[in-house]
Every structure is written in structure tokens, then in C-alpha cells.
């Protein structure tokens, strides 16, 4: 994993990425402080709307993050040991220590290479297509973005495809013949899967579904193939193994939010536009734009899906469990996050939302890369093979064009109304739209949509935006080619 380190360490970003991630580093610093979970109010009231961010707990008039504490817990690392090597965190809103938070994100990228790697151990015995998923899945995907962006992507990442792998170790143990229970490799899967599946629920609560969807496969693994005979023989121990951790987890969760929002069944996304995470937005705009949109397909910002649906006979057809466990979660999540007005997950790159489960999914383009090296000889094998690795390569390429640039490149680029130009940035990748501000960067109306622009704002807008945009293109968003003095004061701010 040190070539995975390196290539983090080398792309480090020059600034935070802005919003949501304020909020919990907030509540990590006065985790640190003062052993609390509320914020400041006098600063929670001044950043963003009401409950926007911060939310008022109506018992106690105390706010909070409307994030989940697990969101503070991750951030808590290099936060602590910037206080620990005397550097101030004290003042509210105050950015931390971005070299140390790249440091912990370039420890984490390394920490889910390894797991990808380990994962794929169980699909391919060629070292070289296990690296080829790996490199693929890190850097030829939008999930290199939130590698490098300070948010919770990346460890969501890491949670679940742990708490694939401790799952279908347990699914295979509980569909073999024999006697009903667990051995010790079995137990640890298992406690694997609830500790990562608590710890996701801690982070986003829309994870909860995990846990009926781990129980309700667990429970067919058991009762494939079994009499009723030997059900009745069931230990009592398994059945309690399997249902009371996520009992807990539930507690816990909702322990947590009375705590936090003032009642167990608050999430803290109650006070700021409830309606936009309520499940009442039509199903279809989700699924198209999940599945086919320019800005938001998985198939374009994870082209080894495209890879893997073709190697998914074959996967499904030597891993049938595995397969069932992936498909069953992914159409669960896929329904009810398609169904969200806020699908989107806007001021993002891809499909952040379902960002969590795509590693895995990806996972039958191993057999896909197996296939195809054992028919190499054939031209139709050949014409795969170059196919894949032109795609890969070309989404790579696109990745390094958005991550030149800062977070939110597309969002500050995007202007006016007009048929042109909605058509031109929303019927893109994003990543094609940084590759042309990145090729014009030294004389913008050279850009595709510039003509438009000209025609549908004002001279003095117009001069504005110019500054702006090539102000941002000048900058960049690499730590290391930051001026010197840029690059200390982003590190252990004064009081």
C-alpha cells in the first residue's frame, strides 16, 4: 500500500472542502474541550439557516450537528494531535490543521487499498487483476476525489466493504451443511459486521438498513436446504448473536439523538428542509439520473460497473451468495435513495450517495479480468482487454482534471440559464468540464460556453466571473504547490 500513500501523499488538496464537514470537526473540537457534544450557539446560530448544519435541541436550547456523532469520531484523530503537539484548536470555526487532516486521509486511501486488495482475494488468484481492481477502483473513479476531500465518503467506504467481507464469510459459514452455530472465525465476521454496520448508523443514518438486510440474509443462509428438524435444533446463542447487536445499535442511535435533537426519533434532519430527505420525490428522476445522467451515472463515474455487469454470469454463477448479499443491498439503497428529492447530494462530484457500495459492486469485474486474460489469444479477448483499459484510462485522465482543481470548480464555473448553457453543463461529465477549463485556463473564451455566457450576462458580471474563475484556475487544489508561506499558516493556525 506504500504506492497507494505515495500517490495520496503527492495529491494532497490545498484547501478544505466547505460545508457539512465544519459542522462535525465542531463537534470533535468540543469533544476535545470540554467533553461535549453541543457547539457554541453564538457560532452555530451565525453559520448557515437554522438547522442547516446545527440543530436546536428545544429541551435544553443547546445546538448540535445534525450529523452523526461517528462523522466526529473520525475527524477526532488529527484534531487530537494538533492539540497534543500544542497547536490551538480553541476557537470556534477556526480551520484545524489541514496537513495533518491530509495526513489522516492519506492513512485512510492506504487502509482501504489494503481492504480492497484483501477483498478481492476472494474472487481472482492473479495478483496482477487484483492490483488492476484496486488502482481502478481508487484513482479511475470519482471515489479519488473523496480521498483527497475531507469528508465522510472515504470512511464509508471503508465501514461497508468491511462489513461485506465480514458478511459473506458469515453467509458461507451458515449455509454449510452440518450442525447449526458459529466458529471462531465465523463469531468474528459476525461481530466485524455489527461493529462496522453500528459505526456506519453512527455516521449516516439511512444506514440502518443494513441491519434488517443482515439479519433477513443471515436467516435465509440458515434456513436453505434445512428441515424443520434441524431448525428446531437452532443453538439459542445464534439466534441472540443475530438479533441483539442491532437491537443495541438501535438504542444507541436513538439514545444519541435524544440526547442531541431532544427526542429518540429526531435525526437532526427535522428542522432544515425535512422534506428533501423524506422519501417523496419520484422514484424515476433518481433511477435515471443514478443510472444514465452526465453528472451523476454510476456507469460514468465508476466505469468498472460497466466492466462488472458484463463478469456478472459468471461471478454470480461461482458466488452465489456473495452475489445475492450485493444485489439485495445495492436495489434496497438504489430504491430508497432514488426516491429522495435530494438524490443528487448537490455541492458533490458523482454519485456520492451510493458511493459506499460501489468498490464492491465492482467486484465481478474480476471475474470479467479473468475471463478475459484466459482468452487472450482470441481477437475478441484483445478487443475487451483494450476496450477496459481505454475506458479506465480515460476516466483516470478525468479524475486528475477535476482534482487540479478546487472542490467545488463546477459549481463556481456553472452560470447563466439559457438552453446553451443548462445543456452544456448538465449534459457533461464534470469531469469533461474541468478538462476544458483546465485547456483553456490561460484564455477562457476559448471555452465551449463562453460565446453563450457573453450573450446572456453583463459586461460587469461577466468581468467578475472571468476574475473569479481565473482566480480559482491559477490556485488550484494541490497542498504542495501552495506558496510556502500559504502552506504554514494552513497548518497550526495562531490564536
Same mark, same amino acid.
Given at each position: 500500500?506504500? #504506492?497507494?500513500?505515495?500517490?495520496?501523499?503527492?495529491?494532497?488538496?490545498?484547501?478544505? @472542502?466547505?460545508?457539512?464537514?465544519?459542522?462535525?470537526?465542531?463537534?470533535?473540537?468540543?469533544?476535545?474541550?470540554?467533553?461535549?457534544?453541543? $457547539?457554541?450557539?453564538?457560532?452555530?446560530? &451565525?453559520?448557515?439557516?437554522?438547522?442547516?448544519?446545527?440543530?436546536?435541541?428545544?429541551?435544553?436550547?443547546? !445546538? =448540535?450537528?445534525?450529523?452523526?456523532?461517528?462523522?466526529?469520531?473520525?475527524?477526532?484523530?488529527?484534531?487530537?494531535?494538533?492539540?497534543?503537539? #500544542?497547536?490551538?484548536?480553541?476557537?470556534?470555526?477556526?480551520?484545524?490543521?489541514?496537513?495533518?487532516?491530509?495526513?489522516? =486521509? $492519506?492513512?485512510?486511501?492506504?487502509?482501504?487499498?489494503?481492504?480492497? =486488495?484483501?477483498?478481492?482475494?476472494?474472487?481472482?488468484?492473479?495478483?496482477?487483476?487484483?492490483?488492476?481492481? $484496486?488502482?481502478?477502483?481508487?484513482?479511475?473513479?470519482?471515489?479519488?476525489?473523496?480521498?483527497?476531500?475531507?469528508?465522510?465518503?472515504?470512511?464509508? $467506504?471503508?465501514?461497508?466493504?468491511?462489513?461485506?467481507?465480514?458478511?459473506?464469510?458469515?453467509?458461507?459459514?451458515?449455509?454449510?451443511?452440518?450442525?447449526?452455530?458459529?466458529?471462531?472465525?465465523?463469531?468474528?465476521?459476525?461481530?466485524?459486521?455489527?461493529?462496522?454496520?453500528?459505526?456506519?448508523?453512527?455516521?449516516?443514518?439511512?444506514?440502518?438498513?443494513?441491519?434488517?438486510?443482515?439479519?433477513?440474509?443471515?436467516?435465509?443462509?440458515?434456513?436453505?436446504?434445512?428441515?424443520?428438524?434441524?431448525?428446531?435444533?437452532?443453538?439459542?446463542?445464534?439466534?441472540?448473536?443475530?438479533?441483539?447487536?442491532?437491537?443495541?445499535?438501535?438504542?444507541?442511535?436513538?439514545?444519541?439523538?435524544?440526547?442531541?435533537?431532544?427526542?429518540?426519533?429526531?435525526?437532526? !434532519?427535522?428542522?432544515?428542509?425535512?422534506?428533501?430527505?423524506?422519501?417523496? &420525490?419520484?422514484?424515476?428522476?433518481?433511477?435515471?439520473?443514478?443510472?444514465?445522467?452526465?453528472?451523476?451515472?454510476?456507469?460514468? =463515474?465508476?466505469?468498472?460497473?460497466?466492466?462488472? @455487469?458484463?463478469?456478472?454470469?459468471?461471478?454470480?454463477?461461482?458466488?452465489?451468495?456473495?452475489?445475492?448479499?450485493?444485489?439485495?443491498?445495492?436495489?434496497?439503497?438504489?430504491?430508497?435513495?432514488?426516491?429522495?428529492?435530494?438524490?443528487?447530494?448537490?455541492?458533490?462530484?458523482?454519485?456520492?450517495?451510493?458511493?459506499?457500495?460501489?468498490?464492491?459492486?465492482?467486484?465481478?469485474?474480476?471475474?470479467?479480468?479473468?475471463?478475459? @486474460?484466459?482468452?487472450?489469444?482470441?481477437?475478441?479477448?484483445?478487443?475487451?482487454?483494450?476496450?477496459?483499459?481505454?475506458?479506465?484510462?480515460?476516466?483516470? !485522465?478525468?479524475?486528475?482534471?477535476?482534482?487540479? @482543481?478546487?472542490?467545488?470548480?463546477? !459549481?463556481?464555473?456553472?452560470?447563466?440559464?439559457?438552453?446553451?448553457?443548462?445543456?452544456?453543463?448538465?449534459?457533461?461529465?464534470?469531469?469533461?468540464?474541468?478538462?476544458?477549463?483546465?485547456?483553456?485556463?490561460?484564455?477562457?473564451?476559448?471555452?465551449?460556453?463562453?460565446?453563450?455566457?457573453?450573450?446572456?450576462?453583463?459586461?460587469?458580471?461577466?468581468?467578475?466571473?472571468?476574475?473569479?474563475?481565473?482566480?480559482?484556475?491559477?490556485?488550484?487544489?494541490?497542498?504542495?504547490?501552495?506558496?510556502?508561506?500559504?502552506?504554514?499558516?494552513?497548518?497550526?493556525?495562531?490564536?
Amino acid at each position: 500500500m506504500l #504506492g497507494i500513500s505515495a500517490v495520496n501523499l503527492l495529491w494532497m488538496p490545498g484547501e478544505f @472542502l466547505a460545508g457539512d464537514p465544519g459542522a462535525w470537526r465542531e463537534e470533535t473540537r468540543s469533544l476535545l474541550l470540554r467533553g461535549e457534544l453541543n $457547539v457554541p450557539a453564538e457560532y452555530a446560530k &451565525g453559520f448557515g439557516e437554522p438547522g442547516q448544519y446545527y440543530v436546536r435541541n428545544e429541551r435544553n436550547n443547546l !445546538y =448540535y450537528s445534525k450529523y452523526g456523532v461517528g462523522n466526529a469520531l473520525f475527524a477526532l484523530p488529527p484534531m487530537w494531535l494538533q492539540q497534543a503537539v #500544542g497547536g490551538d484548536i480553541s476557537v470556534p470555526g477556526r480551520l484545524p490543521s489541514l496537513v495533518l487532516f491530509n495526513l489522516w =486521509y $492519506v492513512a485512510l486511501g492506504a487502509v482501504l487499498g489494503g481492504l480492497l =486488495y484483501a477483498l478481492s482475494a476472494a474472487y481472482s488468484r492473479r495478483v496482477g487483476v487484483r492490483a488492476l481492481y $484496486v488502482v481502478a477502483v481508487m484513482y479511475g473513479t470519482s471515489l479519488w476525489y473523496y480521498q483527497r476531500a475531507q469528508s465522510s465518503e472515504l470512511y464509508q $467506504v471503508i465501514l461497508f466493504s468491511a462489513f461485506f467481507l465480514g458478511l459473506v464469510h458469515l453467509l458461507r459459514s451458515l449455509g454449510e451443511r452440518g450442525p447449526l452455530g458459529l466458529d471462531r472465525q465465523a463469531a468474528l465476521s459476525l461481530a466485524a459486521v455489527w461493529l462496522c454496520a453500528g459505526l456506519l448508523v453512527l455516521t449516516r443514518v439511512v444506514y440502518g438498513l443494513l441491519l434488517p438486510i443482515a439479519v433477513l440474509l443471515a436467516a435465509h443462509a440458515i434456513v436453505r436446504g434445512r428441515s424443520w428438524r434441524e431448525l428446531r435444533a437452532c443453538p439459542p446463542a445464534l439466534v441472540a448473536t443475530l438479533l441483539i447487536p442491532p437491537a443495541l445499535i438501535v438504542a444507541l442511535a436513538a439514545l444519541l439523538n435524544h440526547l442531541k435533537f431532544g427526542a429518540p426519533w429526531l435525526t437532526g !434532519y427535522h428542522q432544515w428542509r425535512p422534506e428533501l430527505t423524506s422519501p417523496v &420525490g419520484r422514484l424515476s428522476d433518481g433511477l435515471w439520473g443514478f443510472l444514465f445522467s452526465p453528472r451523476f451515472s454510476i456507469f460514468l =463515474y465508476f466505469p468498472l460497473l460497466a466492466f462488472a @455487469l458484463a463478469g456478472w454470469k459468471r461471478f454470480r454463477g461461482r458466488y452465489r451468495t456473495d452475489a445475492t448479499a450485493m444485489l439485495a443491498i445495492f436495489v434496497v439503497f438504489l430504491l430508497l435513495l432514488s426516491a429522495l428529492p435530494s438524490w443528487a447530494g448537490e455541492w458533490a462530484y458523482g454519485p456520492r450517495y451510493l458511493l459506499f457500495i460501489l468498490p464492491v459492486l465492482s467486484l465481478p469485474f474480476l471475474a470479467f479480468a479473468d475471463h478475459v @486474460l484466459d482468452r487472450l489469444g482470441t481477437w475478441r479477448a484483445r478487443a475487451w482487454a483494450l476496450v477496459a483499459l481505454a475506458s479506465l484510462g480515460y476516466s483516470a !485522465y478525468l479524475q486528475v482534471q477535476v482534482n487540479r @482543481l478546487p472542490f467545488f470548480m463546477y !459549481y463556481y464555473a456553472r452560470a447563466g440559464n439559457s438552453p446553451e448553457l443548462i445543456s452544456y453543463f448538465f449534459e457533461h461529465h464534470v469531469g469533461v468540464i474541468c478538462d476544458d477549463l483546465n485547456r483553456h485556463r490561460a484564455n477562457l473564451e476559448d471555452l465551449p460556453f463562453f460565446a453563450d455566457l457573453r450573450r446572456e450576462i453583463s459586461p460587469e458580471s461577466l468581468r467578475d466571473y472571468r476574475a473569479v474563475i481565473g482566480s480559482m484556475l491559477g490556485r488550484g487544489n494541490l497542498y504542495w504547490t501552495l506558496p510556502p508561506e500559504a502552506r504554514r499558516s494552513l497548518q497550526f493556525p495562531a490564536p
